[in-house]
Structures are given as structure tokens and as C-alpha cells.
């Protein structure tokens, strides 16, 4: 079974961006993150109603690090502290070496390749430092620009679930991507 040490925080740097341990500080720009219809679209979650639900979005989301049952890495660019979007790894399949990741990144910042860094980055750390065999990515199958990006970095439709997700008064599909490492 795979034995998982989150500690420290692994900090890393892209040419562009700083990924960063979130903290309570990030609470106004993870609500408006959060909160926006646009970055929301094809999250599938209610829209964050309230800077207390950011607070409890954070608090949750380091208390599953401190239990070394995920990570997830705070986005911002370099010189400043500004949080534009997060990149996580979760749903730890200790007994299969798998594991969730997932993402997202404001509206004023999608577009320009962050999230291709940030991607990079977290896999290496996913396969490299936890020691995955396997990665995979629940998507929206309408949410083109992540499938494009996930399928740009090796990742691969592995399976395609019909009305398995009610939100929001609608049953509604989910793709499933996936990488598996090329060590051995």
C-alpha cells in the first residue's frame, strides 16, 4: 500500500507561477474565484454563496494535507501573492497507488498557458514524490479547453458515464480521464 508524507509543503516554481500552500489570506479571491458563473460552469458544485464557505473550502482543504490526504497548490504569479487558481491532488487510492487531480484558474487568467505549467508540475510531483502509478481527471465532458489540455499531457478517455451525476434538477454525463506513470 502506498504510504503518503505530504510534509512539508512542497512549494514549486514554473517560469511563471508560484504554487503555494493556500491559506485563510486567499479567502476573498477563492470566494471570488469561487463564485464566478464563468469558472464554475463545468465545476458542477453550487456557486460559493459567501466568504465564510471560501473559509471552509480552505480549512478543509488543509486539513486533508496536515492528514496527508491530499494536496492541493495555491496559483499565483511570480512577485505577487495573489491567488488566480488551484491545482489539487485528492481522492488517494492508497491500496491501487491512484489518485484524483483537479483544477481551476480565474477567468482573467485562463487562456495564456498557467494551467499547462502548473499541470507539468503537479504530475511530476504526483508520480515523482507520492509515488501514483495512476492519475485521473473527472471531467465535464462539455468543459473542452480542460479535455484538450488533459489529452495535451498524455492523459486519455478511459471512460464515458451517462446521466451518473444529478446536479442541479439535471442528470449529467462524466468523462473520465487518465495517465499512468512511465516508470517502472
Do not use: C
Request: charged share 20%.
Amino acid at each position: 500500500m502506498l504510504d503518503i508524507n505530504l510534509h512539508p509543503f512542497p512549494a514549486i516554481n514554473t517560469s511563471r507561477l508560484t504554487m503555494r500552500m493556500l491559506t485563510i489570506g486567499d479567502a476573498d479571491a477563492a470566494f471570488a474565484m469561487r463564485s464566478d458563473a464563468e469558472v464554475m460552469k463545468y465545476i458542477d458544485r453550487p456557486p460559493a454563496k459567501s466568504i465564510d464557505e471560501a473559509i471552509s473550502w480552505i480549512k478543509l482543504i488543509l486539513d486533508l494535507h496536515q492528514k496527508n490526504e491530499g494536496i492541493l497548490w495555491a496559483l499565483s504569479l511570480h512577485g505577487s501573492e495573489e491567488l488566480i487558481g488551484s491545482i489539487g491532488i485528492w481522492q488517494m487510492d492508497k491500496v491501487n497507488y491512484r489518485a484524483e487531480i483537479g483544477y481551476m484558474l480565474s477567468t482573467a487568467h485562463q487562456g495564456k498557458g498557467y494551467m499547462q505549467e502548473a499541470l507539468v508540475e503537479a504530475i511530476k510531483y504526483a508520480f515523482n514524490s507520492i509515488n501514483l502509478h495512476s492519475i485521473e481527471a473527472n471531467v465535464n465532458p462539455g468543459n473542452l479547453a480542460s479535455i484538450k489540455l488533459l489529452e495535451r499531457n498524455g492523459f486519455v478517455r478511459e471512460a464515458y458515464f451517462r446521466e451518473n451525476f444529478y446536479y442541479n434538477g439535471k442528470f449529467l454525463d462524466s468523462a473520465v480521464y487518465s495517465l499512468i506513470t512511465t516508470k517502472k
